[in-house]
C-alpha cells in the first residue's frame, strides 16, 4: 500500500477527482480517499511518482506519506 498525504481537498467532489485520477494511473487498485484525514492509500504496483503526478495534474499537492 502506497499512502499519499493530499492537500488541497475541501469537499466531496475533490474526493471523487483525487480517486478518479488515482484510478486511472496504471496498477492502481483499491484506492480510497479520506477527506478528513487529507489522505490516499492505493494498493496494488502503480508507480509512486506517478500517482503524485496524477493527483497534481488534478490542482492538488501531494506527498508520500511517512
Not at 475533490?14 to 494511473?25: E, I, Q, Y
Amino acid at each position: 500500500m502506497i499512502l499519499l498525504k493530499i492537500e488541497g481537498m475541501t469537499c466531496g467532489h475533490c474526493v471523487a477527482s483525487v480517486k478518479t485520477a488515482l484510478s486511472g494511473v496504471s496498477g492502481a487498485e483499491a484506492v480510497e480517499v479520506d477527506l478528513k484525514a487529507g489522505t490516499a492509500t492505493v494498493g496494488g504496483t502503480a508507480e509512486p511518482s506517478a500517482l503524485l503526478e496524477a493527483v497534481e495534474e488534478e490542482g492538488f499537492t501531494a506527498v508520500l506519506a511517512q
